[in-house]
């Protein structure tokens, strides 16, 4: 199956959601590990939008991204409730620990602001992060 | 008076039955509920500081400039989004709506550059003039941090630049792409201090994007990010004029903005009522061939058609072509001289060249273009409803809750409203679109068509007879409708006819190939959706049974009771921008001005003595006749104003045969076209900037077109518009005429025509324009016809048998060839061909399904040879599965292709309209041109000689 067939798919699956175009950009960097040009045509023509408006909506959200990127990502929150609780002296700790191997990306607020620092793998949440256990985190990804 | 924009009031204009009334800065003012607080405040003077608003679009709310203190209220609210109530009372200035102001203005200023002077939208400047208002002085946070201002300009589009260095991300180009074009081929890329516009994808430019450069974002742009680059070039414009655009039977108006005499862009009137502030490229940008290289300037004269031109004076031009056109009246009578009318040119134009044949030449040989486009529409509307003429005005279609397109496609040949509707149907509206191509309108991005007739070409009658089947078995019919409007009696006979059991949709089914529970679905949903508006084109007309498509939609319209009320209707969508008004003004060999028949002694004795003449009681030749004429020797010349009938009509073989065989062929024209090839006499025509006149469209709208230059044609500066050179013919004939003014040639129409008889240039100027008839019972015209009744008295059911064309497909013509319009150029191309229109369609192209392109091993942009009976030449393919298998379609706008050689001498019963919609073809893989292409551009380079200047 080519790539457009299945992502061409993947819209139909949710063609009966009310506002699908989410969902569908999550499925699609979910499968693929990006939203590319070629990927925008296809569900525009899908859910008969303009190219536009798909690539509006995908250069908005840091979820989709234009190419893939294989490596393990670590997503650490440094909003105000974190950065009070000390995450901003851990940050060189643990990009050193990442290297070129992790991607380290910066969120704002993943909403567990009484038990931060925060971080998040995939759907897997980490609370309480000292800067030990934070370069642990990393370098066990 | 110097140059002023035209005024923008912030958000739209709103309707309502109820007023309130406000106080803004002191001023009380009353405004329909639901108009902004913005709006309120430039309807009594004054002007709130805003960069995301303008009248053209919805309100945003983004630009934080617009603050007001309203009392009894917190905060600052911005004025464009907060409505006016009745008894607020508003502050639009204050220190603190002033220091707020002033510290967003800083934000916006310390990403732009300060380049004022040397800017192309200098004084034309919305951000200039906010900072301005707001008495920006200093920038606190100074010019070194990050910035956009090193970003490349996109210069893709032929017509504007896109520099977003300049760029303040307002959305409103965004916006107005959404909005008002309904394109939405912009966005806003990224996020936060990144986002900018976007057109399309990454990697894309204007061109490469899905833009339809309508020039709707460069309008709406109140920075110079989006401009055109003739304003980068000349500078700004010193004062507007209120013109008529001169394509497409939309008929636009637009401020001409000039300097001097070179115009320096043209921005559509807001205050135009059949386009609303909108244009197309064409409109807007495509009239650079108004001075093209290749314009004619001079009149030229030969003696025969294998002679080389020679340039001469207005003088000599005009006694040579009298000369011989007295010599041939004299020899051959008067019936063998006629005359074309162009749809191109005014009616008060169009007018005068009807009375020069009837009148001066003395016979009723006068016909226009219409004969190939819209002749049916006059014959089958006249007929069932007692006019030739669409019912509705554009507005309508806004209270249109089912839409039906019938052979034609907006998108491509009638932008604008095309925009309209497509507005309508994004706001809920249905669609049903009856054509053999996937057109725009079946699926674009937030249209999508209820059903899609995909038919074989020609069977257009058998479909619509099989939806009047469905509406009358089914009962679906408005009988107390039908009782009071139309005749009763005939409308039984007509709906025994259509039930019928062969007229159903499934004994129809193997000649339309359209399935029959989709064309069920169709009709239930035309007959009971609501508001139902037909609007068709030439896909109806241009066909053997022209008439009859025109008729049966009629049938259906009255059948379900759609006639006579807003939202409804049958429009048929003009080609031209005077199509309408050339058949308003007699152009027919059979009708006198009005549609009033030639032989009816008392009109034609009103002309008579008007006009200090006797003219022939009996109808004149039709332009195929004249043709036919031509070559058995009876008819000898003919004078073709701003035409070119040998591009433009059916069989061109036989067409120039008709040509060379006459002694005096007289082309007034910009350019030399392809049928000044067979001309002796070429008069040099004027464009419509160059002119005054009205147009009228094809909701009857009566237009003015303004002159805001001097007609360029003729030696020393010596220039005249089209009706001066008319006049000038006339009276080298001896007629006498001395109209000062086109203001005076209307001033005969108004009293010569009932349905024109309250039309003058006074009252055009004054009210913007009107819709015909304007007479005692219409004073201020007619926006929707036959409201209380229809205009013949009832409405008459015209039995509509289907018959099929005797063009059929077979073994060595075994697809059928269907033609039409594309986006960026217009007709014939004479004029967008000469402009920067090209870059979007260079060359006709033969669209082609992929089964029937790989059964011959053709691919995309592959030489192919279409043939048909009458004649064969070549262009490339484009395989597509826009058309359906079995069918081929091409546009017809340059003379290199000449699709028409291919196109059969088959008409309408009625009308003779060619049925251009129909040809049989082969298609087969080619190397190139055909040798009569090879031989045409030989004869057509030979034939454009003109001979040199003698050396003084």
Not at chain 1, 10 to 23: K, R, T, V, W, Y
Not at chain 2, 190 to 203: E, N
Not at chain 2, 626 to 634: H, I, K, P, T, Y
């Amino acid at each position: 199956m080519t790539r457009t067939i299945r992502i061409a798919q993947i819209c139909a699956n949710h063609a009966e959601l009310e506002g699908p175009l989410l969902p569908i950009l999550h499925a699609v960097q979910g499968e693929f590990g990006c939203v590319d040009a070629e990927a925008e045509r296809v569900i525009a023509s899908a859910l008969n939008l303009s190219r536009a408006e798909v690539h509006g909506v995908v250069s908005f959200y840091h979820d989709f991204t234009a190419t893939p990127d294989p490596r393990p990502c670590l997503e650490l929150c440094r909003a105000e409730a974190c950065q009070a609780r000390g995450v901003e002296a851990m940050v060189a700790a643990a990009e050193t620990a990442a290297g070129q191997r992790v991607r380290v990306r910066t969120v704002y607020c993943l909403g567990l602001c009484s038990v931060g620092p925060n971080a998040r793998v995939g759907d897997d949440l980490h609370a309480r992060l000292d800067e030990t256990s934070l370069v642990k985190l990393v370098k066990s990804l | 008076m110097t140059y002023q924009p035209q005024a923008d009031f912030g958000t739209p204009a709103v309707s309502s039955d109820t007023l309130v009334s406000l106080t803004i800065d002191g001023r009380a003012v009353t405004v329909p509920a639901g108009t902004s607080v913005m709006r309120a405040a430039a309807e009594c003077g004054g002007s709130i500081p805003s960069l995301c608003a303008t009248d053209s679009l919805e309100a945003f709310g983004s630009c934080r400039m617009c603050l007001v203190e309203i009392e009894g209220r917190r905060g600052t609210p911005a004025s464009c989004t907060t409505p006016a109530e009745q008894g607020m009372v508003v502050h639009t200035q204050s220190d603190r709506l002033g220091r707020l102001r002033k510290g967003v203005m800083e934000l916006y200023i310390s990403d732009h550059p300060l380049d004022c002077l040397t800017c192309s939208a200098n004084n034309d400047c919305e951000l200039q003039d906010t900072a301005a208002q707001v008495g920006l002085r200093d920038v606190r946070y100074g010019y070194a941090g990050a910035d956009h201002l090193g970003l490349a300009t996109d210069g893709s589009n032929p017509y504007f630049d896109f520099d977003p260095s300049k760029c303040i991300v307002c959305s409103r180009c965004v916006r107005a792409c959404d909005e008002v074009q309904g394109t939405l081929a912009l966005t806003i890329d990224g996020r936060g201090f990144a986002s900018g516009v976007s057109a399309g994808q990454t990697g894309d430019d204007f061109l490469s994007s899905e833009c339809v450069s309508c020039g709707a974002c460069v309008q709406a742009c109140p920075t110079a990010t989006l401009q055109e680059k003739a304003v980068k070039e000349i500078g700004k414009p010193e004062r507007a004029v209120i013109t008529t655009c001169a394509y497409c039977g939309v008929g636009c108006t637009f401020r001409a903005e000039m300097r001097g005499e070179q115009l320096v862009r043209m921005v559509p009137w807001k205050d135009g009522k059949a386009n609303r502030g909108h244009s197309c490229v064409k409109g807007r940008f495509a009239w650079g061939y108004a001075n093209h290289k290749d314009r004619i300037l001079d009149p030229m004269i030969r003696d025969s058609v294998d002679d080389p031109w020679r340039v001469v004076s207005w003088d000599e031009a005009l006694e040579f072509t009298a000369e011989r056109l007295t010599a041939i009246k004299a020899q051959y009578g008067a019936r063998a001289l006629g005359g074309i009318t162009s749809s191109r040119c005014t009616n008060e134009e169009t007018y005068l060249v009807q009375k020069l044949v009837r009148a001066g030449f003395g016979s009723n040989n006068v016909d226009t273009c219409a004969r190939v486009c819209h002749s049916p529409t006059g014959y089958g509307l006249s007929k069932t409803f007692g006019t030739s003429a669409g019912t509705q005005d554009f507005d309508s279609v806004m209270d249109a809750d089912v839409v039906l397109v019938i052979g034609a496609n907006p998108t491509d040949a009638h932008p604008v409203f095309a925009s309209r509707l497509k507005k309508r149907l994004r706001q809920g509206a249905k669609l049903i679109v009856i054509d053999p191509r996937q057109i725009d309108l079946v699926r674009s991005p937030h249209i999508e068509a209820a059903h899609h007739l995909a038919l074989q070409p020609g069977t257009n009658v058998a479909v619509l007879t099989a939806m009047a089947h469905v509406i009358v078995t089914e009962e679906l019919a408005d009988e107390a409708f039908i009782r009071e409007r139309c005749d009763w009696d005939e409308y039984s006979d007509w709906a025994r006819f259509v039930a019928e059991e062969r007229h159903s949709p499934e004994t129809l089914e193997p000649v339309t190939r359209v399935p029959a529970a989709e064309l069920r679905a169709a009709a239930r949903l035309y007959a009971t959706g609501g508001n139902g508006a037909i609007y068709y084109g030439l896909g109806v007309t241009e066909h053997s049974q022209g008439s009859s498509t025109v008729m049966a939609i009629a049938n259906l319209a009255m059948a379900t009771g759609n006639i006579g009320r807003r939202g409804v209707g049958v429009n048929p969508l003009r080609g031209q921008n005077n199509v309408q008004g050339s058949c308003d003004m007699g152009s027919f060999p059979h009708e006198l001005p009005g549609y009033r028949h030639i032989s009816g002694a008392v009109v034609r004795e009103l002309f008579e003595a008007d006009w200090g003449v006797t003219l022939d009681p009996d109808p004149g030749l039709r332009i195929p006749n004249m043709l036919d004429a031509a070559l058995d020797g009876s008819f000898r010349a003919l004078y073709v104003q701003g035409e070119d009938i040998l591009q433009s009509d059916p069989n061109t073989h036989h067409v120039s045969a008709g040509l060379k065989a006459m002694d005096c062929v007289i082309v007034h024209d910009l350019f030399l076209n392809e049928t000044a090839n067979y001309a002796h006499v070429f008069l040099p025509g004027s464009t419509f900037l160059e002119k005054d006149g009205t147009f009228t469209n094809a909701e009857r709208r009566i237009q003015l077109v303004r002159k805001v230059m001097e007609p360029a044609n003729g030696p020393n500066g010596k220039g005249m518009a089209d009706w001066e050179v008319t006049q000038a013919l006339a009276n080298a004939l001896g007629l006498g005429w001395s109209y000062t003014h086109p203001s005076e040639i209307m001033d005969e129409i108004a009293r010569l025509t009932p349905t024109f008889a309250g039309v003058s240039f006074d009252r055009l100027d004054a009210e913007g324009s009107l819709q015909w008839p304007v007479n005692e019972a219409h004073p201020d015209g007619s926006p929707i016809m036959h409201v209380d009744g229809f205009v013949r008295g009832k409405g008459r059911f015209m039995v509509t048998d289907y018959v099929p064309t005797d063009e059929r497909t077979g073994p060595r013509y075994p697809l059928l060839l269907t033609t039409g319009r594309i986006l960026s150029q217009y007709n014939v191309g004479a004029q967008t061909r000469r402009t920067d229109n090209t870059v979007w369609h260079d060359e006709d192209l033969l669209e082609i399904h992929p089964s029937d392109a790989d059964n011959r091993g053709i691919n995309s942009g592959d030489w192919v040879r279409l043939a048909s009976r009458t004649g064969e030449t070549t262009l490339r393919a484009e395989v597509t599965t826009r058309v359906a298998p079995g069918v081929v379609y091409t546009t017809f706008h340059h003379p290199a292709t000449q699709a028409n050689v291919v196109t059969t001498e088959y008409s309408d019963w009625a009308t003779n309209c060619p049925e251009y919609k129909v040809t049989a073809v082969q298609v087969l893989p080619s190397n190139g041109p055909t040798e009569w292409q090879e031989t045409y551009a030989s004869w057509s380079a030979k034939s454009r000689r003109i001979m040199a200047e003698p050396a003084e």
